[in-house]
Structures are given as C-alpha cells and as structure tokens.
C-alpha cells in the first residue's frame, strides 16, 4: 500500500473511501527510485446469448486499466491512468457493434502532509458501505457500459475532483468538489446493453407502452453535460463498538433520465405521428443528499447500514408525460461473514427505494431487493464457485450470476459462467431478459 498520512488513519478506508486506485497499490517506491507500472485489471470474455429471442447472438467484451506512478519529493505523488475498452456483439436482429475506446483512469497530483491530504485531477470518488445500491455513492461517474455485470468497483470511472482530507485520531474528514460534469459511461447507442431500446422502442425503467414505441425508435438523444458536478463532505470515524459516517452532498445523477422534448410530447398526447425531429432529452438532476452509514462486528458476522434523503430525483407524470422530480429516501442493511468458520463467504443485503409523494407516475414508487453473494474456494483454493444476485421482492426482478473459476495461477483466473435476467413489466430484469447468456473468460493483474 501507498503509505498512509498518519498511524489513526489508515489507507484502506472502511468509510468508503474504497475508489482510489493509489491506495489499492503496492508499497510505494523511494523517492529516488523510478516509475511503478502495473496493469491493475485486465479481462476478457466472450458470451453465446442463449434465448430463442436472442437480440444478437455472440458478445465480446475486453478491459484492460494500466497505471504508472511516483514519487515527487517527500510529499508529493504522481499517478497516471489510463485504460482502454472493447465491445464486439453480433448476429441476431440488432446490428452488429464493433467498438475500441480510450479513456482516462485514475490520474492525478497528490499532497501528503502530517494530517492532511490533498489531491487534484481525476479519481473515483466510492462514498459508502454496502456492496451493491449504496445509497450514499452520489458523487461517483456509474459506468453503465455492461448494465450490471462486472462487480460494483468495476462499475465506476475516474471524474475531474479536487479533493481535501484531514484526519485526527479516529475522525476523518473528506470534502470533494467536481469542477466538471461527467455522466455514465454508456454503451454504443445500438449495444444491446443500452437503456434506450430503438428495436422494441422500450426505455428501462419504463413499463413497455406500445403508443410510444414509434417515439422512442425514431427520437434523437439529446444530452446536457455542461456545469460542474457538485460536491460534498463526509465526516467518519473509526470506534472499537461501531464505524460511522454521515455525508452531506450536492450532486447530480450521472446516470442519464429520459423525457421527451415538449413538440414530442404533445405529438404523443394528441395522438399524431412522431415528429420528425421527435427527441429523447437525458437530464442529469441535480439533488442535496442527506446520508450516513454504520457498521458493527457480531460474533462472527459484520453489519453494515446506510441510508439517504435525496432532494430531486426524476419522475415522469402517468397522465401527460411531464417530467417531474420528487423527494426520494434509500435505504440498505446488510451482513457479511464466515458460516461455519470455513472458507465459505456469504453476503446478504436488503435494499429499500422509496419516492415520497410522486402520486401518478410511470416509474416505481416503491422498490425492495435482496442482494448479495456466495463464495467457496475448495480444492486447495484452486477453484472458486460463486455466485452473485438481485432479487426483486415486491415485484419480480431477478438477476442471477453464477461463476466457477480457476485460481491456482493467481493473480490470473480462467473462469465459465451465466448472467441471467427475468422480471416482471417495466422492471431491469424484463428489459434485458433476452440478452441471457453462458460466458467464458479470463482476467488478472500484473
């Protein structure tokens, strides 16, 4: 690891300050000494799509994230990342998508005083405890290229931020600003991942509605990215009964929130051909947040808790179209441990979603799911099985993930495994329920 700023506070964060690729890397260097490279994730995986309403038929995706860093006098370090992505899909109904794109990882100036650090340029900014929904996490850009298949840290980009930390004793504050605005990463606009579907003229997170089908397949997207991203500060603190964190934020939702322009809209109420500059524009609301988090040993078990007031969280109106915004409250519990004291790791959290006082609308006014992992290493921990899920509770919504992998030449993995996806109308699960499919691949770190 990176060395720390003082003893109280060490770099691997239990507060959610899990983002940050500097802090995941080895020991560093001596002053004196040169450059450290690494390669801190490569993957590959090809996947046969298994569905008689298959949209394409095969899919190929690559990553591979490089870093170098060192360095600059006693209290100074330079890191830079880069990382670069590849998406291949074909066959089927949808075209064929063929797709090699550069970007910027982790790259940043970072001071490091006595109790203080400071660091500027691009970060992933991980606010929370959970593994999955943190409902805390609203500062970081969601890479949405793969909807959910790769685990949570592997769905987050570096953002433009400038960041101040100070600790003393077991309190650590954090305070982030964004001076620039960066949405989710999306996919190719005819990916079968994507949230808009022109095929079936379907938006996700929108029950399907055949009047507006013919909209959606001709609209143009339409995306406003200028401002900044807002900010915020965490304070946390680190106890032998309990962890705790309470953040106050002011953000905007990267993810990408559809609504019609007004022509469109009123061509759909009256009941006329789509326009034929019909328009789908993406809005990124900007809310105040009002969270915290906990966590606790029990025995052999920890429990981890968060939960967050969002001031303006987008809503479409189920009598005309508008687009609205209303309060929202999210809220996580969750337990991780041992069972048996063996090698056996379970994860389980239950998640709430609530928007308060939306009346009519189209979206879900209510949403619980159970998440979480099973994971078990045998012989001699040179296989892994796992599996990882999300079920929807109140309304079917299931996603389901198992995977056996080949770990004996670790840092590298040879792995086989599913994604499947089912659910009822208007749910994730049932907007990508055709793109099931069986994956094999291979990843690692250099």
Do not use: C
Request: hydrophobic residues 40%.
């Amino acid at each position: 690891m990176t060395e720390s700023p003082p003893e109280e506070a060490p770099v691997r964060f239990t507060f959610g300050v899990q983002g940050e690729a500097g802090d995941a890397e080895s020991e560093a260097p001596e002053p004196d000494s040169p450059w450290r490279t690494r390669v801190d994730d490569a993957n590959v995986e090809a996947g046969i799509l298994a569905t008689s309403d298959r949209p394409v038929d095969f899919t190929q995706h690559g990553r591979a994230v490089v870093s170098a860093a060192r360095p600059l006098g006693e209290a100074w370090e330079l890191r830079l990342g880069a990382r670069v992505d590849a998406h291949l899909q074909q066959g089927g109904d949808y075209p064929g998508v063929s797709r090699l794109r550069a970007d910027y990882d982790e790259t940043y100036l970072r001071y490091r005083g006595d109790r203080t650090r400071f660091t500027f340029g691009a970060q992933q900014i991980l606010w929370g405890r959970v593994d999955e929904i943190p409902p805390t996490d609203r500062l970081s850009t969601k890479d949405l290229t793969r909807f959910g298949l790769d685990d949570y840290a592997d769905r987050r980009r570096a953002s433009p931020a400038i960041r101040a930390e100070f600790f003393q004793g077991a309190w650590h504050a954090d305070l982030v600003f964004l001076p620039l605005f960066r949405e989710a990463e999306l996919p190719h606009r005819d990916s079968l991942w994507h949230p808009v579907d022109r095929n079936r003229g379907e938006l996700l997170g929108l029950p399907a509605q055949p009047e507006l089908a013919p909209f959606i397949r001709q609209a143009d997207v339409d995306d406003d990215l200028s401002g900044n991203g807002g900010g915020g500060i965490r304070l946390a603190r680190a106890g032998r009964g309990a962890d705790f964190a309470v953040t106050l934020q002011r953000a905007r939702h990267s993810e990408p929130y559809y609504r019609f322009d007004e022509a469109t809209r009123q061509a759909i109420l009256a009941g006329m051909p789509p326009p034929e500059e019909a328009t789908l524009e993406a809005i990124h609301p900007r809310t105040w947040v009002a969270g915290g988090d906990i966590a606790f040993a029990a025995g052999a078990w920890t429990w981890r808790a968060e939960a967050a007031w969002l001031s303006d969280v987008p809503v479409t109106r189920a009598d005309d179209l508008r687009q609205e915004t209303t309060e929202g409250f999210d809220w996580v519990i969750g337990v991780e441990g041992f069972p048996g004291d063996g090698d056996f790791r379970m994860t389980t959290q239950l998640t709430g979603q609530h928007l308060m006082g939306a009346g009519d609308v189209l979206d879900d006014t209510e949403s619980y799911f159970l998440t979480g992992e099973f994971e078990l290493p045998f012989a001699g921990h040179a296989w892994n099985a796992r599996l990882r899920y999300s079920l929807g509770l109140n309304r079917r919504d299931v996603y389901l993930h198992p995977e056996l992998a080949w770990t004996a030449r670790e840092p590298m993995e040879f792995f086989i495994g599913a994604h499947w996806l089912d659910g009822a109308d208007g749910t994730a699960g049932d907007f990508y329920r055709d793109n099931r499919m069986l994956v094999i691949g291979w990843r690692g770190q250099f």
